[in-house]
């Protein structure tokens, strides 16, 4: 079953991994955790040796060289269906550490055992994203109840003038996102706060910058939000890339499911 699509949101569940287009995936343990609770919450049951069924699946794949670098070459989406069924998809880069443009639209709302997993019914999620496109715009930001409470395919943070980063609490409905997880406590660690909380429309109006950070896009700044400029100042952007450029850098994040 490709591309998540399901008549329920039960169908399956999946993840979107870094990964260096050879044997190496970035934050495994994290990814593999999430998507077990999130099976758990959607009654699909957890194989006994994922890291095993991975590098089944991965065998599969034809690549020019299957040599691992530990350094990120593309995504890799993996899907558990309910009947068992392990499959791994190759993805490529599209926007990267780059500026976007963003609209918002209503976000999708589910029962609240399945609000914030990702799940076989995925598709108003990819229809937020072709919104966005047909605007014109890279992005699309969920909105529920007047507050941002997840991207498209990224999580929004807010840096407000306090000089806090702000994510979205996760009883809103977001999906908790594994490269937001690991830049909460490197913020932290290097004095910029983290709150959780409402997104809401006073929050962004005063913030210093809003980015989108995920597998794919990296740490993207958000230049504007339906045509409404946001502020201009990068700093808080650039030290989310460079934190996350240190995390890759580090052999610890991969694991290598090929060994």
């Known amino acids: 079953m490709s591309e998540g699509v399901g008549a329920s949101p039960r169908d399956l569940v999946f993840t979107t991994m ?22 758990k919450r959607l009654r699909i049951e957890w194989p006994a040796d994922m890291k095993r069924s991975i590098a089944e699946a991965l065998a599969t794949l034809e690549f020019e060289d299957q040599h691992p670098t530990c350094q990120p070459m593309g995504l890799l989406r993996l899907e558990l269906a309910r009947d068992g069924t392990i499959n791994v998809q190759p993805r490529s880069f599209s926007i990267r550490n780059e500026s976007v443009e963003a609209i918002t639209v209503e976000a999708p709302r589910w029962s609240p055992k399945v609000n914030g997993t990702k799940h076989g019914d995925w598709q108003p999620y990819r229809d937020a994203r072709q919104k966005a496109d047909h605007a014109g715009t890279d992005l699309a930001l969920l909105v529920h109840e007047y507050a941002i409470v997840d991207g498209d395919r990224a999580t929004p943070i807010v840096f407000d003038e306090d000089s806090t980063a702000w994510l979205s609490d996760a009883a809103d409905g977001g999906v908790t996102g594994i490269t937001a997880e690991i830049l909460a406590p490197l913020l932290e660690a290097h004095g910029i706060p983290v709150q959780r909380g409402r997104l809401n429309e006073r929050l962004v109006a005063r913030a210093i910058e809003v980015i989108a950070v995920g597998s794919g896009l990296g740490v993207a700044q958000i230049e504007s939000i339906d045509g409404e400029q946001i502020s201009t100042n990068h700093g808080f952007a650039i030290k989310c890339q460079s934190l996350l450029t240190q995390h890759y850098e580090n052999k610890n994040a991969w694991s290598d499911v090929g060994a």
């Open 18 to 39: 870094v990964w260096d287009q050879a044997r190496c995936i970035a934050d495994l343990d994290a990814h593999l955790e999430r998507m077990q609770h999130h099976a």
